[in-house]
């Protein structure tokens, strides 16, 4: 096995979510880019909107790491091979450092990488360092290096935290309230980076400059990588073309989900539900989620595609549909405003956007190929739909987790999966029952 790979790192973690972490993450990524170097970012927790924003900030692609989800051993081979290439990487937490099980400090800890704290400090000066020396000796297990202030109101402000730190957990930095460093948000988050790009761009380079104005233009101190053995998927999709939704509406799309589908042998070939009239030739679909409520008019007004995804669906060919994906195959949607729309009617049922409420939360998809680990994240319900032929199974609650309906080749259910996590129950689920059994023939 190869050796370990030193590279410097580190893990932004606070002490509640909205703190500005995608901001400051985001600012450090493209100030070290804008340096020279090879940025590679890692995003705690099943997280798809972040990781756009990370994406434009750094230009690679960000993966989403969580130890429950992907599994330890994933999520070192990840830190492995960025590290071969990367000049700095940095890791954004999820939530508050110690939320959820595991946790932003677990998943830190288990790869020795040091925390800095973010933390809004609105409203707040010697109390702001109170609370950060109280997470930084929460647990002797992690190591927490320094804060950095969000939302500083002056120069005295920074100077009332900064003096009551103690000296092994300095003020790294302070950035102001203005608005050209805040990022846009939505109902289930941040706006999509496709949808803001030029907005974005000027709120990483207005905040690059404060990074490098900070300590932070410093390079973190190196961490130690190791080499992680995984063996290659088998290649069960080999010749298989799998279409792909991919536009506004349709984006929640884990890079891991579609390299492993590649690594497994299919020919990807993405589409777009909103303006093409035609699906690519394909012997199974995938419909991923997003965010189909904010263009209903125009999936609905897309009669064509509606006639293509109808004849898919009666061939009886596989399809996965997850969340938005899931809405769009009922019969109607109705959106935040009250006005319903017609949707693709492969399922019978009707599903509405909620303006509060809703689910999030780890769960595992318990289909009748097998298991994968999968989670839940949504503001919507759906009524009349048929007999489930399962539930989600949450890690530690008993109750029912989300729906999930079969149909044909039709897989449905508001779970999103990750599927590195059982590659051979995936490949059931999108291949044809015959082929299937010509796919185990051949592995074994």
């Known amino acids: 096995m190869p050796g370990d790979i030193l590279c410097p790192a580190v893990f932004l973690a606070a002490p509640a979510s909205g703190q500005g972490k995608t901001t400051i993450t985001a600012a450090i990524a493209r100030y070290h880019r804008l340096q020279g170097r090879e940025v590679r970012i890692f995003k705690m927790g099943p997280d798809y909107l972040d990781p756009q924003i990370l994406e434009q900030a750094s230009g690679h692609p960000v993966a989403q790491l969580d130890l429950w989800m992907a599994g330890e051993a994933y999520c070192r081979d990840q830190f492995y091979r960025a590290a071969q290439t990367a000049d700095l990487i940095l890791v954004e937490g999820a939530m508050g450092m110690f939320d959820g099980d595991p946790s932003s400090a677990d998943l830190a800890r288990t790869f020795g990488i040091p925390i800095v704290l973010v933390m809004d400090v609105k409203g707040m000066a010697q109390t702001a360092a109170a609370l950060a ?26 100077q009332l935290i900064a003096d009551a730190l103690p000296a092994s957990l300095p003020l790294l930095a302070s950035f102001a309230n ?128 509606h006639g293509e995804m109808q004849q898919f669906y009666a061939s009886g060919k596989g399809i996965l549909a997850e ?10 949607l109705k959106d935040l405003a009250g006005t319903r729309h017609t949707m693709l009617a492969l399922l019978a049922g009707q599903a509405a956007m909620r303006g509060r409420g809703g689910c999030q939360g780890m769960q595992s998809a318990v289909l009748p190929e097998g298991e994968l680990r999968a989670h839940a994240h949504h503001r919507s319900q759906s009524e009349n739909t048929p007999e489930p032929i399962g539930y989600g199974r949450r890690p530690k609650h008993p109750a029912p987790g989300e729906s999930i309906y079969r149909q044909r080749g039709l897989t449905a259910s508001y779970l999103h999966l990750f599927f590195p996590s059982a590659p051979e129950v995936i490949a059931k689920v999108f291949l044809p029952h015959t082929q299937i059994k010509d796919a185990d023939r051949v592995r074994d």
């Not at 969340?323 to 109607?332: A, I, K, R």
Request: with cysteine.
């Open 133 to 158: 020396c109280g997470l930084a000796n929460y647990r002797d297990d992690v190591e927490v290096t320094g804060l950095i202030a969000n939302h500083c109101a002056s120069e005295r402000h920074r």
């Open 323 to 332: 969340c938005g994906g899931f809405m769009y195959c009922l019969e109607s």
């Open 178 to 305: 203005t608005p050209t460093i805040r990022l846009p948000e939505r109902h289930l988050g941040l706006v999509q980076a496709c949808e803001v790009r030029e907005e974005l761009e000027t709120c990483f380079n207005a905040a690059a400059e404060l990074v490098g104005a900070s300590s932070l233009a410093n390079l973190p101190p190196p961490v130690r990588f190791s080499a992680q053995s995984i063996a290659p998927p088998p290649r069960l999709l080999a010749g298989v073309r799998i279409a792909i939704a991919r536009d506004e509406a349709f984006s929640f799309i884990y890079p891991a989900n579609t390299q492993l589908l590649t690594a497994m042998g299919a020919d990807l070939q993405f589409f777009s539900p909103i303006h093409d009239t035609k699906l690519p030739a394909a012997d199974a679909l995938w419909l991923p989620g997003g965010y189909p409520e904010l263009h209903a008019d125009a999936l609905t007004a897309n009669t064509a595609m």
